[in-house]
């Protein structure tokens, strides 16, 4: 049987969390979808909230809601379950430093996307380029659609 083989870029990062290797994700940073997946997670992170209460089972529950919605929203973005693997059993919006676990991933892979990005728009130059320099070498000058004395 006859097959196609598409490459598709899939690359796998490792993640680690305080010095300790967590896991590894697997997914293609060129993939503008993922970016804008992304994009909407971060929008989704602005949206979600809990109110202020001084009932503590409350928070706990509203804690575990948010967690859960968070990660929700990440695998899908990668469309499959990575969030164990980036946050383990800490809760996605828990802080260091004032930033975010979520944040802190977001941030980390932002610039692996951008780069890949970056080098898969240079590669496609460079193969518009190489076909443009072929194909000029192969055709034929333009000639005009009448000659002289056809009026």
């Known amino acids: 049987m006859q097959a196609i083989n598409i490459s598709?870029?899939?690359?796998?990062?490792e993640i680690v969390r305080d010095g300790e290797k967590a896991g590894i994700i697997r997914f293609d940073p060129s993939d503008p979808a993922l970016l804008n997946r992304l994009l909407a997670l971060r929008e989704t992170t602005k949206d979600i909230h809990a109110e202020p209460t001084e009932d503590v089972e409350k928070i706990l529950d509203e804690s575990a809601r948010i967690d859960a919605e968070l990660r929700a929203a990440l695998d899908k973005a990668?469309?499959?379950?990575?969030?164990?693997?980036?946050?383990?059993n800490s809760a996605c919006?828990?802080?260091?430093?004032?930033?975010s676990l979520l944040e802190q991933f977001l941030d980390g892979v932002a610039p692996i996307i951008r780069d890949a990005l970056e080098a898969?728009?240079?590669a496609e130059e460079a193969r518009k380029k190489r076909i443009n320099k072929y194909t000029a070498k192969y055709q034929k000058p333009?000639?005009?659609?009448?000659?002289?004395?056809?009026e």
Not at 142 to 150: F, I, L, N, V, Y
């Open 120 to 122: 898969e728009g240079k």
């Open 8 to 13: 598709t870029g899939l690359k796998e990062i």
């Open 93 to 99: 919006f828990t802080t260091s430093n004032g930033v």
């Open 78 to 88: 990668f469309d499959y379950p990575v969030s164990d693997i980036v946050f383990g």
């Open 142 to 150: 333009d000639t005009p659609d009448t000659t002289e004395g056809d």
